[in-house]
């Protein structure tokens, strides 16, 4: 059931009992996750945090925790299936789910009992109503009639004989029934047969703490990265984030007041959140302004710096903007200050010239003391390098508790750490990119594109992970739409597969839709994904919580593909 | 039941005949059927309550399709107060609202009805010479009697038997139908009712109803009613019913095997199959019935599971008789049909088929013959290889047998048809009991590459498969038996290195081809 008053319904509930905190490794749930910390901090709440990558550790984090746990919060997992199928909980388990996945599964959706779900009315959810999808098993089974159903039993020693009615009534209810049965299963096509996200899990446990009255700068800040994360990892359509900044800016000004009575000056360790409307430049003030262009996607896509070209034009672009190589090559801390002063302004008109036009995003900055600036976006990537670190020693228990840690404000070391790593995975991203283009790795397939990296591609270990695979399959897929003639491609969805384990032999597949400045961002690959392993019985592994990610055993690819062909044609 | 138990039966159930061979032979094991009938009994269960709906009167279908007729419902007192009237009319329609209280879907109030007393009024109202009345009686005591044993037997204690069997002559057929069927439920409570009924005279006026010229002048339904019943009065064992009843009843069903309802035709198979389910004597009295085995085999593959499913039981009930009863099915061609048999999408008639095929197996060696010449050995194998568990269990029980009551050639043709990878794949079967049958093929086999001198051989393509490993682990099995057997099995044929080395030497592996079928070598090499 959906929870109206979580206040009532969820904190008084949790904040009496040991709660066990199953979370989700991306950047959202981590950031959700670090707001409820603080506020069981403040009500010393007793929890027991444990991070989940899929299904499968789901439910082993269950099994280990039911004994001693009765209230489990799951956080960015377990919406988008039926859950008490899956894991099988006693009757006294209850889970508490803020989950951005949708569409949520309709059995949470209808458990009144087990299944708290923290999720916003105001989503544009959809769920189909009881009445429709659900009937009482008793009608149900009514159909059966007895043996003749099953032909080739012993016939039953006794037989009662009903009313002549009673036979048409019968006659007229299965009849009802198979009609209510297809209705029904057209219903849950519908509704089930796109993912999307609904929102930021931050967001809704903010807001949990707002309605607390126990919500701090720190608790705003990483709500700001949850939804932020939302539109560097593309979950969410341009409308939605622009919606929910405008939310998060009020609080920003209501927080920005609050303190302004207090001493106005900024103290060392003072925090201090602003909107801003800033470059879709990724990590430019952590890195000189020229790579940033580079590595990002928005400028490297529109010049098309994978070609001759691109690469002249960006220089002609440095030119018309008037800034010296030297001071665009080097560290943006150590530019002019002449040259930064007015450099946004700058940069957005030569950009207007190039037919940049979005050059400049809504955004919100945090300062921590004088000396620290950071773009939210530059957290998230710095986050999710750390996350999906693929460093040899680093397990992904070490990388859930580093990246974690990079999200508090005493921790800026490991988020300078985060930062460089960051860089690296957008530099390979790109290159990645720029090769895959200029080798014509992208083809189509007819309904969709499709592209594989092979095993010694360089980068590749990096894109076995869910995270960077699907940043660079966004960005691939805008770099194909600008650098393709074909009319028709440009319209088509984009599926990347890339080696997963080479010793098990398995591939990591993901597919996203197309690409378009109106996307609705809904993705139907995870149904897809279904049928075509189900049919061509692929061994697959749909363990991601994302359903549109899957693992594939290598030598059942061109089945599992051509049956994706047919089934989409 | 533990497996031990089943099987103990089993072994108790052997045909006796001449040599070893005859203990394999297996009779259907009685639990089996009780199983099946506790099973069934769930199933009646489970549909009453499954059945149940919106009560009838507030379902917006029922205002629908029933609003024309009176949606008032009676209470039982109200019945009560009607069937005790003076009135012949309000007894009529107190009979009529209890009836249509029985025969509503959800929970009929059966002992409602029953503990008011209402049985003895029902009952009177059958002999009455009011056509209505005895209609709307004899439906509403047949629904009572479709109920639990204490249900039927509060309609048999009230005298309900004599009144039903005078209604089945009526001149009125949907009154002899509605008797017919309330016979039908009461002989299908068990066989000390079922002898009643006979014993009542039922079986007569049944018989005399089925004897017109043209069955097919009869409605379906009325057929249907009439097959199942005499199938209720051959059902059921402890003890069997009557020798004269059955004697007198068999003519008809060989009759109803030819008409072409297929409703009718399953309920007479079942019939059949419950009075072959016995000793050899009940058994013969069916086989020599003419033209009966050969209508069996001609509905065997006709391809509707309702009929293939009973006639399959029959001819497997059959040749666990005697080995001429066996031949006669043989000759009758029923093997022709065991390649679809085999192959049937449905476990269960395979598992049935395999059954019977080691009923047969366990006979003489010429009908092993016939066997293999109907092509059904690489079938078996199959089934052996892929069949469902309790599928793979009958196939086990037909190899041993095969291999018991072969000759050498039939053994060698066996092993050609690759019969023992499957075989020893089975070993790694929980079932004791199983692994002791396994092991007896083994044995035999053994034995008769004995006799040609192949066991090296064979040793060779029992080690080549996995199975030494298999029967070697068995030597630490828990149950005695196994143990003695595998360590019996290692002892004499696989210990002692020297006769390794000859198994491995080059010139054995080269002909290690003249294992398979398709070599045309002599007869006598593996």
């Known amino acids: 059931m959906f929870i109206t008053d979580i206040r009532k319904e969820f904190y008084d509930v949790v904040v009496n009992q040991r709660v066990a905190l199953l979370v989700s490794s991306e950047i959202d749930a981590l950031c959700a996750c670090k707001i409820l910390q603080a506020l069981f901090h403040c009500d010393q709440v007793q929890y027991t945090l444990v991070p989940v990558t899929g299904w499968q550790d789901l439910g082993t984090a269950f099994l280990e925790h039911k004994e001693q746990f009765r209230c489990f919060v799951l956080i960015n997992c377990g919406a988008n299936v039926d859950l008490l199928e899956t894991l099988q909980p006693e009757e006294d388990s209850i889970f508490f789910i803020c989950d951005t996945h949708r569409p949520v599964d309709v059995v949470n959706v209808y458990n009144d009992t087990q299944v708290k779900l923290m999720i916003k009315q105001d989503d544009d959810l959809g769920v189909p109503s009881y009445d429709d999808i659900f009937r009482d098993e008793e009608e149900e089974g009514g159909n059966d009639s007895g043996n003749e159903s099953d032909g080739g039993s012993e016939p039953s020693g006794k037989r009662r004989r009903y009313d002549e009615g009673e036979v048409e009534r019968r006659i007229e209810r299965q009849r009802a029934t198979r009609e209510w049965e297809a209705r029904r299963r057209e219903i849950l096509f519908d509704y089930e047969q796109y993912e999307y996200h609904g929102t930021s899990a931050a967001m809704v446990i903010f807001e949990l703490a707002w309605v607390l009255t126990k919500d701090t700068k720190d608790m705003l800040w990483w709500a700001i990265i949850g939804l932020t994360d939302q539109l560097v990892h593309d979950k969410i359509t341009h409308m939605k984030y622009v919606t929910d900044i405008a939310t998060l800016q009020r609080h920003v000004s209501r927080h920005n007041h609050r303190n302004e009575d207090e001493d106005n000056s900024l103290s060392i360790d003072c925090m201090r959140i602003s909107f801003e409307y800033d470059l879709r430049l990724a ?145 390979a991203i790109q290159q990645t990119v720029a090769s895959c283009i200029c080798t014509n790795l992208i083809l189509s397939q007819g309904p969709f594109l499709y592209c594989y990296l092979l095993e010694g591609t360089p980068d590749v270990k990096l894109f076995s992970k869910p995270m960077a695979l699907t940043l660079l399959c966004k960005y691939l897929l805008k770099a194909f739409v600008r650098s393709t003639r074909n009319k028709r491609c440009k319209l088509l969805p984009l599926i990347i597969a890339a080696p997963m384990d080479v010793e098990k032999r398995t591939v990591i597949v993901l597919g996203i839709p197309p690409e378009s400045e109106t996307s609705d961002k809904k993705n139907f690959f995870g149904r897809a994904f279904e049928k075509a392993a189900e049919s061509t019985s692929s061994r697959t592994l749909h363990d991601h919580f994302d359903t549109s990610i899957i693992e594939l055993k290598m030598e059942d690819r061109t089945k599992f593909l051509d049956a994706l062909i047919t089934l989409l044609s | 039941m533990s497996a031990g138990n089943e099987n103990g039966v089993r072994m108790d159930k052997f045909k006796n005949k001449g040599k070893d061979a005859n203990e394999l032979r297996r009779r259907r094991v009685e639990v089996n059927v009780e199983l099946r009938k506790a099973k069934k009994d769930d199933q009646i269960f489970k549909r009453r309550n499954v059945n149940t709906l919106v009560d009838e009167a507030t379902s917006p279908l029922h205002e629908k399709s029933q609003n024309c007729q009176a949606p008032r419902q009676w209470s039982v007192e109200e019945i009560l107060a009607g069937v005790n009237s003076n009135n012949l009319d309000v007894q009529l329609n107190a009979t009529q609202a209890a009836r249509k209280l029985l025969s509503r879907e959800r929970h009929p109030p059966i002992d409602h009805i029953i503990s008011a007393g209402l049985i003895p009024k029902l009952v009177a109202f059958l002999g009455l010479e009011s056509p209505p009345i005895q209609f709307e009686a004899a439906w509403a005591l047949t629904n009572i009697a479709s109920g639990t044993s204490d249900q039927t037997s509060a309609v048999v204690e009230g005298g309900a038997i004599p009144a039903f069997i005078r209604l089945v002559i009526s001149p009125h057929p949907h009154i002899s139908e509605q008797a017919v069927w309330a016979l039908g439920n009461i002989a299908g409570d068990g066989s000390v009712y079922r002898d009643q009924v006979i014993k009542h005279g039922a079986v007569a006026p049944l018989l005399s109803l089925l004897a017109v010229p043209e069955l097919s002048l009869f409605s379906s339904g009325y057929l249907r009613n009439i097959t199942w019943t005499v199938s209720n009065l051959c059902r059921n064992k402890h003890p069997s019913p009557p020798l004269a009843a059955v004697q007198q009843i068999i003519p008809t069903l060989v009759r109803l095997l030819h008409h072409d309802d297929k409703e009718v035709l399953a309920d007479t198979c079942w019939a059949l199959s419950y009075l072959t389910d016995g000793p050899n004597d009940r058994i013969e009295m069916v086989v020599v019935q003419t033209g009966l085995i050969s209508r069996l085999v001609q509905l065997l593959g006709s391809g509707e599971i309702s009929v293939v499913t009973p006639s399959l039981r029959v001819i497997g009930n059959m040749v666990t008789g005697t080995d001429e009863q066996t031949q006669a099915v043989l000759n009758a061609g029923a093997l022709s049909m065991f390649p679809g048999l085999l192959r049937h999408h449905k476990s269960n008639i395979q598992k049935e088929a395999s059954w019977t095929l080691s009923n047969i197996t366990a006979g003489r060696d010429s009908q092993i013959q016939d066997i293999i010449n109907a092509g059904l050995v690489p079938l078996m194998v199959d089934v052996l290889r892929k069949g469902d568990y309790k599928t793979q269990k009958e196939a086990v029980w037909a190899i041993t047998n095969f291999t018991s009551g072969g000759t050498v050639e039939q053994v060698v043709y066996l092993v050609q048809a690759n019969v023992l990878e499957p075989l020893l794949n089975l070993l790694s079967t929980k079932d004791s009991k199983t692994i002791l049958v396994i092991l007896d093929a083994i044995t035999n086999i053994f034995l008769a590459g004995d006799k040609i001198g192949e066991a090296d051989k064979l040793c060779m393509m029992i080690e080549e498969c996995g199975g030494l490993d298999k029967i070697e682990a068995l030597q630490s099995h828990e149950n005695e038996l196994v143990y003695k057997a595998s360590l019996s099995l290692i002892e004499k044929y696989f210990s002692g290195e020297e006769e390794e080395d000859q198994c491995v030497a080059p010139e054995l592996t080269t002909d290690g081809y003249a294992f398979q079928i398709s070599e045309n070598q002599s007869t006598f090499n593996f």
């Open chain 1, 283 to 427: 990590l430019y003030q952590h890195w000189s302004l020229f790579e940033s262009i580079c590595n990002s996607s928005y400028t490297s896509c529109n010049f098309k710096l994978w070609s001759m070209h691109g690469q002249k034009k960006l220089q002609e672009f440095l030119a018309d903007m008037g800034l010296p190589l030297k001071q665009v090559k080097q560290k943006f801390n150590s530019m002019d200050m002449s040259v930064k002063e007015n450099l946004r302004e700058v940069i957005e008109e030569s950009s207007n010239k190039y037919g940049m036009k979005d050059i400049r995003i809504q955004t919100f900055g945090v300062h921590f003391g004088f000396k620290n600036h950071f773009l939210a976006s530059d957290v998230v990537h710095a986050t999710a390098a750390l996350l999906e670190s693929t460093e040899k020693d680093d397990s992904p228990g070490d990388n859930f508790i580093k990246a974690l840690d990079c999200l508090s404000r005493s921790n800026l070391e490991r988020l300078h750490g985060g930062i460089d790593l960051a860089k690296k995975k957008l530099m």
